[in-house]
């Protein structure tokens, strides 16, 4: 799913998306000169595997997501709390924010119950 920038408003434009039994609900919305904001929840069941034992395990994901997006280069004046994805091409491929959000989650930390159950 392809978003155009130039045609998110103040207006909240919702999105959905689903991919492996992962949900990515939200909208996006002007925030100021060329900035979008995205504000979404990932929800599912995501394959990883145990930092500890090395077994692979399914942790269910619920996470809220919120960040901005630049159409075009981004010049960073320090005023902003929010991590900021540019898109050169005027969209913003929904699937890939999605792919990126879930490999962040995966290259975190994890651990499965029964390696939690002994530390």
């Known amino acids: 799913m392809r978003v155009v920038l130039r045609k998110v408003t103040s207006t909240p434009l919702d999105f959905s998306l689903e991919s492996n039994g992962i949900s990515f609900k939200g909208h996006l919305e002007y925030y ?3 900035l979008i904001l995205l ?7 995501l394959k990883t595997q145990c930092d500890i034992c090395g077994d692979e395990f399914c942790m269910d994901l619920s996470e809220k997501v919120e960040f901005l997006i630049s159409d075009g280069l981004y010049e960073d004046d320090g005023s902003l709390n929010l991590d900021v994805v540019e ?6 491929d929904m699937q890939e924010l ?3 959000e879930i490999e962040l989650i995966k290259s975190d930390y994890h651990s499965c119950d029964n390696c939690k159950e002994q530390n």
Do not use: E, P, W, Y
């Open 32 to 34: 100021k000169g060329k």
């Open 98 to 100: 999605l792919n990126s």
């Open 39 to 45: 504000s979404a929840n990932i929800k599912g069941s």
């Open 87 to 92: 898109s050169f091409d005027g969209q913003v």
